[in-house]
């Protein structure tokens, strides 16, 4: 019997592409039978208005394995809510089906634990993608979230960053935005 996984989290950040393409993912995995499985029952059953949770599919009536619910960390309404939550239940909702599959045919999911598991993917999708006069390029959307998917999942399954690294680097790393803020850029 291998070891249970009964929670684990990660994150990934991956830009770089076109305006309004980053990805910003965080997992939490573990088994169904467990925390992670309580919770995907609750979030699924229990849909907030501008929050909607839907599983991952690769397409209409092809949900991916481990189980995997996408929960949109960001509120969009009014006029841009159409095309915001078109792309997002779209272009990155099959992103983020075929970064789960990478992380299992990578190895970071044990493929014979593919039906114990579940996975909730908390998305940042850029808003700007809900402005009518925004040009979507969704190849690029969609490789970065399937990339960042993957990363996130690599790094909850290997316990990444590890405390270590933690440790030794904390004084090396500035969060981004606190920067920014110390040079008044915000």
């Known amino acids: ?31 169904l039978d467990g925390p992670v499985g309580t919770a995907l029952a609750t979030l699924t059953g229990d849909q907030v208005p501008g929050h909607s949770r839907v599983f991952a599919i690769l397409n209409t009536d092809i949900q991916v394995r481990p189980l995997t619910l996408m929960v949109s960390k960001v509120t969009v309404k009014g006029k841009m809510a159409k095309k915001y939550t078109n792309i997002l239940m779209g272009t990155v909702q099959g992103a983020i089906a075929n970064g789960v599959l990478d992380a299992v045919r990578a190895g970071d999911i044990p493929k014979d634990r593919v039906n114990d598991l579940g996975i909730i993917v908390s998305v ?31 790094k909850a ?30």
Not at 127 to 150: N, Q, S, W
């Open 1 to 31: 019997m291998s070891e249970r996984i009964v929670l684990r989290s990660g994150e990934a950040l991956v830009a770089g592409g076109p305006p309004g393409t980053a990805a910003e993912p965080e997992v939490i995995i573990g088994e």
């Open 124 to 154: 940042w999708l850029n808003p700007m993608v809900g402005d009518p006069d925004y040009e979507c390029d969704h190849k690029a959307l969609f490789e970065i979230h399937r990339k960042a998917t993957a990363q996130a999942i690599h």
């Open 157 to 186: 399954m290997h316990n990444q960053p590890d405390i270590d690294w933690l440790l030794e680097n904390q004084d090396k790393i500035v969060h981004k935005y606190y920067q920014m803020g110390l040079e008044g850029k915000i």
